[in-house]
T-cell receptor, first 118, second 111 residues
Framework: GAVVSQHPSRVICKSGTSVKIECRSLDFQATTMFWYRQFPKQSLMLMATSNEGSKATYEQGVEKDKFLINHASLTLSTLTVTSAHPEDSSFYIC??????????????FGAGSRLTVL | LAKTTQPISMDSYEGQEVNITCSHNNIATNDYITWYQQFPSQGPRFIIQGYKTKVTNEVASLFIPADRKSSTLSLPRVSLSDTAVYYCLVGPHFGNEKLTFGTGTRLTIIP
């Protein structure tokens, strides 16, 4: 089946530094990937839609200058958290659409990246 | 995008059948219903998808009534490893349509 690889799985950084998270589709091409953020005991919150070769589409309330998304190829999207602060500490998850048996696409998710900002 | 409503939490004993219902009153004609499972500190995992009537795979069944305003995920003979959060998503699922998650149902299996 389709696999989405996300790296790193865990990262700890100092406040003010930037962190890059990679999301790769291993056995399929993904023109679009999605980035979610999840706080403890809460649901996934869609942050942005990453489009290959064009600018990402951000959800309302998500700072595009803080969460930089680059989708330079059909198999790789990156999320860079710039000038990270403790409130950015969260679980970040990427996903991509793949074909489903029922005829519609389903989402394949990466394993997630836990960011801790000290 | 159709909004979904699920119970926040459910408990069940091992070996029981568990049914989790999701309400989606404003589902559109081209919307599909998909369920995902999420364990702590992991990304969600696809369980099952359907459009109408009943769908069954090796891990679950999905029941969708004729009006499609709700759906029920059925997990047969649950075990402790089924303790997870279950999300019901409704959307066109065509191409690269974005999907938003509802609250999900936190299922706890009791030994």
């Amino acid at each position: 089946g389709a696999v989405v690889s996300q790296h790193p799985s865990r990262v700890i950084c100092k406040s003010g530094t930037s962190v890059k998270i990679e999301c790769r589709s291993l056995d399929f091409q993904a023109t679009t990937m999605f980035w979610y953020r999840q706080f403890p005991k809460q649901s996934l919150m869609l942050m942005a839609t990453s489009n290959e070769g064009s600018k990402a589409t951000y959800e309302q309330g998500v700072e595009k200058d803080k969460f930089l998304i680059n989708h330079a190829s059909l198999t790789l999207s990156t999320l860079t958290v710039t000038s990270a602060h403790p409130e950015d500490s969260s679980f970040y998850i990427c996903s991509a659409s793949t074909g489903g048996a029922a005829g519609a696409n389903v989402l394949t998710f990466g394993a997630g990246s836990r960011l801790t900002v000290l | 995008l159709a909004k979904t409503t699920q119970p926040i939490s459910m408990d069940s004993y091992e070996g029981q059948e568990v049914n989790i219902t999701c309400s989606h009153n404003n589902i559109a004609t081209n919307d599909y219903i998909t369920w995902y499972q999420q364990f702590p500190s992991q990304g969600p995992r696809f369980i099952i998808q359907g459009y109408k009537t009943k769908v069954t795979n090796e891990v679950a069944s999905l029941f969708i009534p004729a009006d499609r305003k709700s759906s029920t995920l059925s997990l047969p003979r649950v075990s402790l490893s089924d303790t997870a959060v279950y999300y019901c998503l409704v959307g066109p699922h065509f191409g690269n349509e974005k999907l938003t998650f509802g609250t999900g149902t936190r299922l706890t299996i009791i030994p």
